[in-house]
């Protein structure tokens, strides 16, 4: 019996009166990578935001359907939605740092949720997450320089820091890479990779590439339906249905 | 738990800060209103809106309201004769002919103009600009309306001048470029199709520039004196509604008088008037924005 | 060909135009330059007024702005920045909000005189505060509210999604959010907004006339209930008066009063400035 992380059954989900997601099913499961692929505005953003019910901020929107989390309905009313987003991190598409220090940025997490005993637990805290995210040895003697001064690919990582210092069961990532150039892209797949040991993780990417590099379990969305969910390497080589592998070949989108 | 009570206690003091401003407006209706119905109680409302003899004041009372209604329209017409050519002028020339650097350099000095209090613009009028016309216009009274009438178009042209260059802004450049295609002039594109295309929108800032003049207090107060006089002769004093309620109140008039209600009523009509004329010039402005946003 | 000429004489015609506005902006100032630069003296800053205009002074005018626009920014600045927050963050989708916004947006366009007479029915009257500072304060920080509240929305505004949406993903609730990232981030905009709101309420004459700031005042204002005077009232009394040597007065005053206003705005030109540099790094 394989375990599952987030169980997703029936989730219709609406801007308004336009329906976005269509009968989404699936199961995620624990300590792997997975990948939603799929052309633009085909949804895969969107449901991952469920995920972390960070659509919330968004008005004028409805969710049909459940997602439950180690079984939980994420949706239920009494939800204290701000505790679910501490096991569930996210982290953006175009890096997002406070405009404050690279410490500060750390440790905003930990303050916000009080989770540091004292100064000494909170750096101990903050340079364990800026290495988790491979980033500390470049930072470590400019701690209290502004975040903005650091490069694209390093204000990510830091970012990734930040998400990982609450220590999260689950880290988002809404295409992570995609503004950064190769080096630094792969920077980040290397770290996606070490990352799964510890956490689950879900990733939206367009690059059909890093999602065959990175992930386990890859889903293919289409229209806001999801099309396919299997594992990366049957997807992208024997893919079940005609849609995905007219993707995966490349002959649109 | 004791963080989320937390956040609804934080949530309602910010909505009330945000819910004070609707105090603010009851409350100016509820002072204007209060002392104007004690005040009509006893003067008719006829006699008051069309009377055209305003001697609250003196032993001989007349309580009839237009010479102040004449006297702020002489004044107000007269500014609007500065602002409105002279700020259309300008927003034209900015908008569609100055080049960038002469632009940036000469903008913040029509910020400064409209910066300046109206107690020194007041000043100006009175021992600078008065005195200028008199050796033209011999017959010109120390206290007038041309004098505080120009200086307060000069005060209000960079009102009618920014408003009116945002609306040229918003004309679609499609608009010029059809124009210019067809081997029009600048000059042609700009007031035969940019203007036209923008009436709204710089009616919308003339009906605001109206209602900043008609409020206007200090210039007129300082430069155009204190007598309430039914004429449309801008050369000799009279006095506008805002300049009476100030002479009431440097007096001694005593709360709960006839007299001292007097200022609430006037109050009442230049309160009505503005809100009127903004409204008007808002309904304006958001019929321009949908024809071109 | 007469065409393009005409095309030239109307941007000729523009350029005058523009220039005839700046002209008289120079007239302005030189003409109260001329007339009050003379009468400046530390005498003339430190005396009190006079019915002789040489040994009049405007120290009573000066204290009194000071303490009528730092009481104005005391009761204005919280509840204006409050106001804005709710509405920016907190309330703009129900109808009561936007009922708020259009009711701003029109006391933004009020004659400031009408404001006197609100201060006057309520806060000297029905109130009972009497012709003193606070009344005065007050009155002025109504009629600045908007003002406070339409630039702090815009400094609010002019902040990031993605600075909250940050801050959200990593389970802060709206006021942490709020207080840890969104306004800071917004504090220059907000500092720059609150000054040009308190240059504005320093040139305000005729609501406080109404209130009831006399003239005449013989003393320096010792408490919050105190009869005061200000600047442009001072300046407003000099001009009125038909004896020689008043209006050099006020023209010496005015001066001061705009040296006063230029402070301001070159403080409020350089905080923005200065944050601005340090943000980007």
């Keep these: ?232 390497r049957k997807i992208f080589t024997a893919p079940a249905e005609k849609l995905t592998e007219d993707y995966v070949t490349g002959r649109f989108g | 738990m004791t963080r989320s009570f937390l956040e609804r206690v934080i949530e309602r003091a910010l909505f009330l800060s945000a819910a004070l401003s609707i105090i603010v407006t009851a409350g100016i209706i509820a002072v204007l209103l209060t002392e104007t119905v004690a005040f009509l109680s006893e003067i008719p409302i006829m006699e008051f809106l069309f009377g055209t003899v305003w001697t609250p004041l003196f032993a001989d009372q007349h309580f009839g309201v237009l010479p102040l209604v004449t006297g702020t329209i002489v004044v107000s017409a007269i500014a609007m004769c500065v602002a409105l050519p002279g700020g259309l002028l300008v927003a034209i020339y900015l908008a569609e002919y100055a080049r960038p650097g002469v632009r940036r350099a000469l903008k913040p000095i029509l910020e400064i103009l409209a910066g300046v209090p109206t107690v020194v613009y007041g000043y100006f009028a009175l021992l600078f600009v008065t005195p200028l016309l008199q050796r033209f216009i011999p017959d010109l009274a120390g206290f007038n309306a041309l004098g505080p009438g120009i200086v307060m178009g000069i005060m209000i042209l960079p009102l009618v001048s920014s408003l009116s260059e945002d609306a040229l802004g918003s004309v679609p450049n499609g608009l010029r470029e059809g124009a210019f295609a067809l081997g029009a002039t600048r000059l042609q594109t700009s007031l035969l199709v940019v203007v036209p295309a923008a009436f709204s ?93 | 060909m007469r065409r393009y000429l005409a095309d030239r004489a109307f941007a000729a015609l523009g350029l005058v135009g523009l220039l005839a506005a700046l002209a008289a902006l120079a007239a302005l100032l030189l003409d109260v330059i001329l007339d009050g630069a003379p009468r400046l003296s530390w005498q003339f800053l430190t005396s009190y007024p006079s019915r002789f205009a040489a040994s009049a002074g405007i120290l009573p005018a000066i204290l009194g702005t000071f303490y009528v626009i730092v009481l104005t920014g005391v009761m204005a600045v919280p509840v204006g920045v409050a106001a804005a927050v709710y509405l920016e963050e907190y309330g703009a989708q129900g109808r009561l909000g936007r009922v708020i916004e259009i009711n701003i947006a029109n006391l933004a366009g009020v004659p400031s005189i009408v404001y006197g007479l609100l201060g006057l029915g309520l806060f000297v009257r029905a109130l009972a505060l ?72 320093i040139g305000e004459t005729a609501p406080l006339i109404i209130v009831g700031a006399v003239a005449y005042v013989r003393f320096v204002p010792d408490s919050l209930w105190s009869p005061f005077t200000v600047l442009p009232i001072q300046i407003f009394n000099w001009v009125s008066r038909p004896q020689a040597g008043f209006a050099e007065n006020a023209a010496a005053g005015i001066i001061v009063l705009l040296v006063m206003l230029v402070l301001m705005n070159g403080a409020a030109i350089l905080i923005r400035d200065r944050f601005q540099r340090r943000r980007i790094a």
């Design chain 1, 1 to 232: 019996m394989t375990e599952v992380k987030i169980a997703a059954d029936g989730v219709n989900f609406y801007y308004g009166a336009k329906r976005a997601l269509h009968d989404i099913r699936v199961a995620i499961r624990p300590h792997v990578v997975t990948a939603f692929i799929g052309p633009s505005g085909c949804g895969k953003s969107t449901f991952l935001r469920t995920l972390n019910r960070m659509n919330d901020l968004i008005p004028d929107t409805r969710l049909e359907g459940s997602i439950r989390i180690d079984g939980q309905d994420i949706y239920a009313p009494s939800v204290d939605v701000v505790a679910l987003r501490r096991r569930v991190g996210m982290v953006f598409q175009k890096s997002n740092p406070f405009p404050k220090s690279i410490v500060e940025n750390v440790a905003y997490g930990l303050k916000i949720n009080r989770i540091a005993n004292g100064r000494a637990d909170l750096s101990h805290r903050v340079e364990e997450s800026l290495k988790a995210a491979a980033l500390w040895d470049e930072v470590k003697d400019r701690l209290h320089e502004p975040a903005l001064s650091l490069s694209g690919g390093q204000q990510q990582r830091l970012c990734i820091a930040r998400a990982l210092a609450i220590k999260p069961d689950i880290v988002l990532m809404d295409e992570p890479a995609s503004a950064l150039d190769p080096i630094a892209t792969q920077r980040i797949e290397e770290l996606i990779y070490q990352l799964k040991d510890k956490y689950t993780i879900v990733i939206v990417t367009h690059n059909m590439q890093q999602a065959a590099r990175v992930s386990d379990f890859t889903a293919f969305f289409w229209l806001g339906r999801m099309v396919e969910y299997d594992e990366t």
């Design chain 2, 201 to 293: 929108g710089i009616s919308a800032a003339a009906i605001l520039a109206v209602s900043r003049a008609i409020g206007e207090t200090m210039i007129v107060a300082i430069a155009a004196g204190q007598q309430p006089r039914l004429t449309a002769n801008p050369l000799v004093p009279i006095e506008t509604m805002t300049a009476y309620i100030v002479q009431v109140s440097m007096g001694d008039t005593p709360a709960g008088t006839l007299e001292y209600r007097t200022i609430f009523a006037v109050g009442m009509l230049l309160f009505l008037a503005t809100f009127a004329l903004n409204l008007f010039s808002n309904w304006l402005r958001e019929r321009f924005r949908e024809e071109y946003v």
């Design chain 3, 130 to 201: 009497g012709r003193s500072v606070v009344a005065g304060a007050a009155t002025l920080a109504l009629l600045v509210l908007p003002v406070v509240i339409l630039a702090t929305r815009e400094a609010l505004r002019a902040v990031p999604k993605s600075l909250r949406e940050g801050s959200y993903a990593l389970g802060a609730t709206q006021w942490q959010t709020t207080q840890h990232q969104v306004l800071p981030a917004a504090l220059p905009g907000i500092l720059t907004g609150v000054i040009l709101a308190l240059s504005r309420a």
